[in-house]
């Protein structure tokens, strides 16, 4: 296998994981589980503009199905990125703490997207919440249209570029330069 050819699958697997890294953190989520509690903690951050920073963060604490104890963030998104338009963080707690006092073993949807780091202190944010059953199964059809649209579009984008370079390439003057290039790299002889 020639060195180009190792560098375009090496690129092209770059950009690959970049994409799908930036799709899995934006695109919704699912989860079933059961809210413990809300909390509201204030967050100090240094703003080089505008010095110190305070903000107010919403949690919601949450138990799933196995057991495992999730938190999440409940924070508006405003006009920023990503565009969910949330601005209802307050609600959205209203609500939490309802379901709540309502009764514990109420098992509820979280729709969220995110990473959770524990290490950089990040949570998944919580975007809105639903009654469901606790056998509640979540098929997630936004993500699926959005993704097979996705493939369609690089496939046809792919295509077309493919085209787009043969034309080019029948050209004597894009071969001069592919010629000037491969002298220039050294992989061929004046």
């Known amino acids: 296998?020639?060195?180009?050819?190792?560098?375009?699958?090496?690129?092209?697997?770059?950009?690959?994981?970049?994409?799908?890294?930036?799709?899995?953190?934006?695109?919704?989520?699912?989860?079933?589980v059961q809210l413990t509690g809300t909390e509201v903690k204030r967050i100090d951050r240094k703003d080089p503009e505008q010095g110190q920073r305070t903000r107010d963060v919403r949690y919601l604490s949450t138990v799933t199905r196995?057991?495992?104890?999730?938190?999440?963030?409940?924070?508006?998104?405003?006009?920023?990125?990503?565009?969910?338009?949330?601005f209802d963080s307050a609600d959205l707690t209203g609500e939490a703490q309802k379901i709540i006092r309502e009764s514990e073993s109420r098992w509820v949807r979280v729709r969220y997207y995110g990473w959770r780091s524990n290490?950089?202190?990040?949570?998944?944010n919580a975007v809105s919440l639903k009654v469901v059953d606790k056998d509640y199964t979540h098929i997630p059809v936004f993500n699926i249209l959005f993704l097979t649209l996705l493939?369609?579009?690089?496939?046809?984008?792919?295509?077309?570029?493919?085209?787009?370079?043969?034309?080019?390439?029948?050209?004597?003057?894009?071969?001069?330069?592919?010629?000037?290039?491969?002298?220039?790299?050294?992989?061929?002889?004046?």
């Open 66 to 86: 196995t057991g495992k104890v999730r938190v999440f963030r409940n924070e508006d998104t405003g006009w920023g990125w990503p565009p969910y338009f949330k």
């Open 151 to 190: 493939v369609a579009g690089a496939f046809f984008l792919v295509r077309r570029l493919r085209r787009l370079g043969a034309q080019i390439g029948e050209t004597g003057r894009f071969q001069s330069i592919s010629r000037s290039f491969r002298r220039l790299l050294g992989r061929e002889q004046p």
């Open 119 to 124: 290490i950089l202190s990040l949570f998944p």
């Open 1 to 32: 296998m020639n060195t180009w050819r190792i560098i375009k699958y090496v690129l092209v697997a770059i950009l690959v994981v970049a994409v799908g890294g930036f799709l899995h953190y934006n695109l919704p989520r699912t989860e079933v």
